[in-house]
């Protein structure tokens, strides 16, 4: 099972997979090749992570735009010029 510190739906989960990848090379625990699989896969894990992390962000702006009262405002205030003034 894997630790759930090393999940790659986070950065920071991402962050302690490669500090874990990083330390188990320099310990020579695992091959060189392997590693860079590894960073393969979780270079597109970030990616992942960011697309959904922008999704959330655009549906969160157009949440807060969608409250927004529509109400027709003229650029004299709430209130529409009067026509034929004297």
């Known amino acids: ?3 759930k510190r090393l ?3 986070t950065y920071e989960g991402q962050r302690s ?3 874990d990848l990083f330390l188990k090379l320099l310990s020579e625990e695992i091959e060189s090749d392997k590693i860079k699989v590894a960073v393969s896969l979780i270079r597109e894990a970030r990616m ?3 697309a959904e992390s922008d999704d959330a962000r655009k549906n969160q702006n157009m949440a807060v735009d969608s409250t ?3 109400s027709s405002v003229t650029p004299n205030g ?3 010029k009067l026509i034929g003034r004297s």
């Open 1 to 3: 099972m894997i630790d």
């Open 17 to 19: 997979a490669i500090q």
């Open 7 to 9: 999940s790659l739906q």
């Open 78 to 80: 709430p209130f529409p």
């Open 68 to 70: 927004k009262q529509t």
């Open 48 to 50: 992942i992570v960011q």
